[in-house]
């Protein structure tokens, strides 16, 4: 058999395994159809999202594969099948900070897929109004970077809403250098976010020592800006860049090359445990010597592993304090809530924000 046989070969099994995908994604998408049809005859609180199922879907998706695709990579697949099915039951509207193109953006296509119905908003704040109002049904926000650390305005944003955590995103943050000057020597001013700024504060400093460094609200807007001026560069994700039309001048210009920010999915409903979670909640010591301590050693005792503390002002009264804690678990495992119970009773403060699949993607 000739070469070309051979091919011609392979391209028929290729044609025929396509047909038989075919046919049975949308046999899938079919069955997700009967289940929002179950679910609407259960009564008007119908909840199509499941973040718990989705997780214990894709965690599976990553067990069983044996290659030659990775796991990462047919699960990104599966994730795009799984959206695309649920915007059959119900199109999912997600809130995060805008305008397109941002970090958030990817952030939340890559947790909810492309079928998605994005909610681009100019600030934070509006980001949570939109989901508490009902208007959005989940939010995408940024919590913390692996260099630059917590995002505190996030954390401010937390004390005071009803929403709950229900789901994490963990993006690789890749800065580039975009604009429409000629080069670096006509680059008199550099666009983006503060926190992409200070990723990238060294490479600045070696290659654009005398540009202007200006803060805006988001990347995208800094690539929107640069669109108009020749002088001008906008330090943004390549999602903008295509977006803007803007060319690439200079790639991958983080200073740390496992630049990683983590996003927080919030919603206005509660997570049933998916067997790998994790529990955000906020407490405050009593004001006396040793009240930390003493407030944190029933995670010790039950043996609960705590992956997270920030502190934050209260607001309440000067130097007063709120914590920010994630344990390992989930709030109705039974370690866990002996431990949180005993917890609260130490706490002048406390607040469950929610128990959560941890990110698989």
């Not at 070469?3 to 044609?15: F, G, M, S, V, Y």
């Not at 906020?282 to 009240?291: E, F, K, T």
């Not at 007063?320 to 709030?331: P, R």
């Not at 403060?349 to 990110?359: D, E, R, T, V």
Request: glycine share 6%; aromatic share 6%; proline share 5%.
């Amino acid at each position: 058999m000739s070469n070309e046989e051979k091919l011609q070969a392979i391209r028929q099994r290729i044609d025929a395994l396509d047909s038989e995908l075919q046919a049975l994604l949308n046999e899938r998408a079919a069955l997700a159809q009967e289940v929002a049809r179950v679910k609407l005859e259960a009564g008007d609180e119908t909840q199509f999202y499941r973040p718990e199922r989705e997780a214990q879907v894709l965690r599976a998706v990553k067990a069983r594969n044996q290659g030659p695709l990775s796991a990462e990579e047919v699960a990104r697949l599966f994730r795009e099948v799984m959206s695309a099915c649920l915007a059959l039951e119900h199109p999912m509207t997600i809130a995060f900070l805008g305008p397109e193109g941002t970090f958030s953006h990817e952030a939340a296509l890559k947790h909810f897929g492309h079928s998605m119905v994005g909610c681009p908003l100019p600030a934070l704040d509006e980001v949570f109004r939109e989901v508490e109002a009902g208007s959005a049904d989940y939010a995408v926000v940024p919590v913390e970077n692996s260099t630059e650390g917590a995002v505190n305005y996030t954390l401010d944003l937390m004390l005071a809403t009803p929403l709950r955590i229900c789901g994490e995103v963990e993006l690789r943050i890749h800065d580039h250098l975009m604009t429409h000057a000629t080069g670096l020597g006509a680059i008199q001013r550099v666009y983006s976010h503060g926190q992409s700024l200070a990723q990238c504060r060294e490479w600045l400093d070696s290659n654009l020592p005398a540009a202007e460094r200006i803060a805006v609200s988001s990347n995208a807007e800094a690539a929107r800006l640069a669109t108009g001026d020749v002088a001008a560069a906008a330090i943004a994700g390549s999602s903008a860049a295509e977006i803007y039309g803007l060319p690439l001048l200079a790639r991958n210009i983080e200073d740390k090359p496992d630049n990683t920010t983590r996003f927080l999915v919030l919603g206005r409903c509660e997570v049933p445990p998916s067997g790998a979670d994790k529990t955000a909640l906020l407490v405050s010591a009593r004001n006396r010597p040793g009240a930390l301590s003493q407030l944190l050693e029933p995670l010790a005792r039950h043996g609960i592993s705590m992956t997270r503390i920030e502190s934050r002002p209260s607001r309440q009264g000067m130097w007063d304090y709120v914590f920010f804690l994630e344990v390992e678990g989930h709030c109705r495992d039974e370690k866990v809530g002996q431990a949180l119970r005993e917890l609260e009773n130490e706490a002048s403060l406390y607040k469950i924000l929610g128990s959560f699949p941890k990110a698989v993607l």
